[in-house]
Each structure stands twice: as structure tokens, then as C-alpha cells.
């Protein structure tokens, strides 16, 4: 009997991957070529990798869902959302802590959102996994930088032509109010907001599941948050289902040993580590091939 496999994509975006040139079209409003807001090292050769799985190991693959950045260009983890103290803009890649906007050395653009955006500070903080990042724009719905990369898209549609499935589509952090690393949830729910709360149908699809293979971009943040919010989710009795494919993610820049303890903590818990060509063998397998 075929084993139910489930090949978990997060996030595989053209602004998160390291492209080279001849992956970059020209944008025929500037003339130049697009470029990715956010590229990972090594995201680019990841992405290649975890295509040629798909195409190699398409029959044996029984779902896929692929999760998707989903911003709007103002958003509370953007550079557009803030000013510094002085007035002036507050580059990429500038940490917020509650305490600098308490400080008044950020502030929102709108004054009206400083209320608001000290409290989710605060609760963010809290909460203890992440402190505010004003990340460049990056993965704005309808951009060239939100479509997923054109290797991996050209893999799932032939395992949809060739299963006549569906690839499922999860998108995340259209709230322009709270992070949304995790696909699973928003880093600080909105209790108004049904999408950035627990993603019930996505659990129970991965629980459903004999195997989970984990890949995407990038390692350090959205796969490490997703990750562990399906750890928590599932319990402990399912986390051997859990597979990250670590030839298949990359750290940002800055947070390799993050990435690292994420990996070894995952490893402690039971999740197992491994690479595309060993599970390849897997999907060839569970195809009767």
C-alpha cells in the first residue's frame, strides 16, 4: 500500500533566493533587472535541489503544499512602517526593541499607530522567539519577488499533471500588523483576524500524513518558526514523521548559529535530518519503482 508522503515547501520566493543573472528578467517599468529584496545565500542551489526531487521523485509524493510570503509594501516589520527619531528613514535590517519606541528613538510614520504598535512590541517580546526585524520590502503581493521560484514551480506542475493533484497554496503575513514567520501562525495572533490564528486545515493535513518532508527558505526564520509550531502542534508521539531536508534550506546572513541550534534542537526532539538524494530513495520507493 503507497505511504502517504507530504512534501511541506516554505516559502520558495523569488526575492529569498540568491539568483543569478540569468534568472533575473528585466522590470519593464525601470528597465533594469528585477532584483530579490531578500536573497539567501545558497537559496538559489537549494531550490535546484529540491526541483530535481520533485521531478525525479514526483510519483512517489502524495501532497504537496507550498506556503507563501504574502506582504503588503506597508507592513510593521518593513522599513515604510517607521521613521527614526530624528525624522529621518530607518534603514533595512534595523532592529526595534519596545523599549527604542518607548525611547522615541523609532517611531511609526503614522502617529496614530504608536499605540498599537508598542503594544505588539511588547507582546512579541514577550513571547520571546523573535525581536522586531525592519526587513527591506520584500515578497509584496503581486510582485515578480512573490512568485516562487521558476525551477520548483515547473517541478510541482508536473507532479500535478502527473498525479492530476493540486499543489496547496498557504499564504501568510498579509496582516500588516504582525510578523507571520511561521506558516502555521501570525508570531502575535490577531484575535480579529482569523488568518493569522492557528491554521487548522494545515496540521490536520500534515497529521494525516505518514511522512512530512520540510524544505524552503529560509532555514533561520519561516522554516525554523513553522517547524516548531508543527512540533508543538502535532506532540511528541508524530515528530518522527518530521523530516528537514537541510540540502534543501539556507540561514540568512547573520544567523547561521541560530539556524544550527534550530537543526539540533529539532534533532533532540526526534525530528529527523537528512538530504534530498537519501530521501529521493524514499519517494522511488513508496512510486514502486
Sequence with gaps: MKRQLHLLVIDPQNDFCDLPPAYLPDNPATRQPYA??????????????????????????????VTLDSHHRLDIAHPTFWLAGDGGPVPPFTPIAAADVQAGKFLPRQPAALPRALAYLEALEAAG??????????????SWGANVHDDVRAAYNRWEDATQSIVTKVLKGSNPWTEHYSAVQAEVPDPDDPGTQANAALIGALAAADQVYI???????????????????????????LVLLTDCMSPV??????????????RARGVRLAQSGDVLQELLLNAGR
Design 215 to 241: 524544505a524552503g527558505e529560509a532555514g533561520s526564520h519561516c522554516v525554523r518558526a513553522t517547524t516548531e509550531h508543527i512540533v508543538q502542534q502535532l506532540g511528541a508521539d508524530q515528530l518522527s514523521k
Design 129 to 142: 522567539r523573535y525581536q522586531l526585524m525592519a526587513w527591506p520590502v520584500h515578497c509584496e503581493i503581486g
Design 253 to 266: 546572513t547573520g544567523f547561521a548559529s541560530a539556524y544550527q541550534d534550530f537543526l539540533d534542537g529539532m
Design 36 to 65: 530579490p529584496a531578500l536573497p539567501v545565500p545558497g537559496a538559489h542551489q537549494d531550490m535546484l535541489r529540491l526541483a530535481g526531487l520533485i521531478n525525479r521523485g514526483r510519483h512517489g509524493l502524495t501532497a504537496i503544499t
